[in-house]
């Protein structure tokens, strides 16, 4: 019986395909036979990752790169062996490869989790995490920063733009031509922890300065965009701007 975590892929946009594992996602994007892999999820989706590449009738050795949003273990997990077993380059900022290296680590603690654990939803969700592998420091050795500034010569022609907040070095991937703005945790559109759907901040204890990631909104907003792939959430449909306006309007009901 395969132990491959159960995944669902939703075709976004052109050749745009948002990957929901649960409790997280990731992002392929296609271009001739070429991939580009956005985010990778927990340790154990490291099958599902390959399985996902596989399911639109690509290969893992198509990947061209992957690129991250933020260090997580969430959004890492799976990569150390995905970039060791294909060769596949993977790049984020310069802070942020710094923070996959664990040069410094941004990350909720076990304490944070444990003072909060009397919230609903808290329990299960950490089992859950603790079942997926997100004990332990998770290097991403293989992470170098962005070979150039600006759009990247990969599938999607994907533009890194910097929203510290989440993580000092967060960074979403605007896909211009596609219509397609890439979130990470910058923005969501649902949680295991909440218990509605739309455009909101993840819980605070995530965020290593909330404030700051807020303030990154108004970078967000500014995008031109038909279509937002967060990190943590369904696909949403609209603007950046309009879904920035529901996310502060939402953030008091995400303690």
């Known amino acids: 019986m395969s132990r491959t975590p159960h995944f669902r892929v939703t075709p976004v946009a052109e050749d745009v395909h948002l990957v929901d594992a649960g409790s997280v996602n990731w992002i392929l994007v296609g271009e001739g036979d070429a991939l580009t892999l956005i985010d990778g999820g927990y340790p154990a989706h490291a099958d599902a990752v390959e399985a996902s590449i596989r399911e639109i009738g690509r290969r893992p050795e198509d990947v061209a790169a992957v690129l991250v949003t933020h260090a997580h273990v969430d959004h890492i997990g799976s990569l150390g062996r995905f970039a060791a077993r294909y060769g596949t380059p993977v790049h984020t900022g310069a802070t942020e490869t710094a923070h996959a290296h664990r040069d410094f680590l941004e990350q909720a603690t076990p304490g944070q989790v444990l003072a909060n654990v009397w919230r609903p939803r808290v329990l299960p969700w950490a089992l859950h995490i603790v079942a997926a592998g997100a004990l332990g420091a998770h290097r991403l ?6 070979p150039v500034e600006g759009a990247l010569d990969l599938p999607g022609r994907p533009v890194p733009v910097e929203t510290p907040g989440h993580t000092s070095g ?3 991937y605007h896909l211009p031509e596609r219509g397609v703005l890439v979130t990470g945790d910058a923005l969501g559109t649902g949680q295991p922890l ?3 759907e739309g455009p909101q901040p993840l819980v605070s204890m995530f965020h290593h300065d909330r404030g700051r990631m807020m303030d990154s ?3 967000l907003a500014e995008l031109d965009a038909d279509h937002l792939l967060p990190g943590h959430g369904p696909a949403w449909r609209g603007t950046p701007r309009k879904a920035v306006e529901q996310a502060r309007l939402n953030a008091s009901r995400v303690w």
């Open 141 to 146: 050795e293989a992470a170098t920063p962005f």
């Open 194 to 196: 909440t218990a509605f």
């Open 217 to 219: 909104w108004s970078i």
């Open 170 to 172: 967060h960074t979403c």
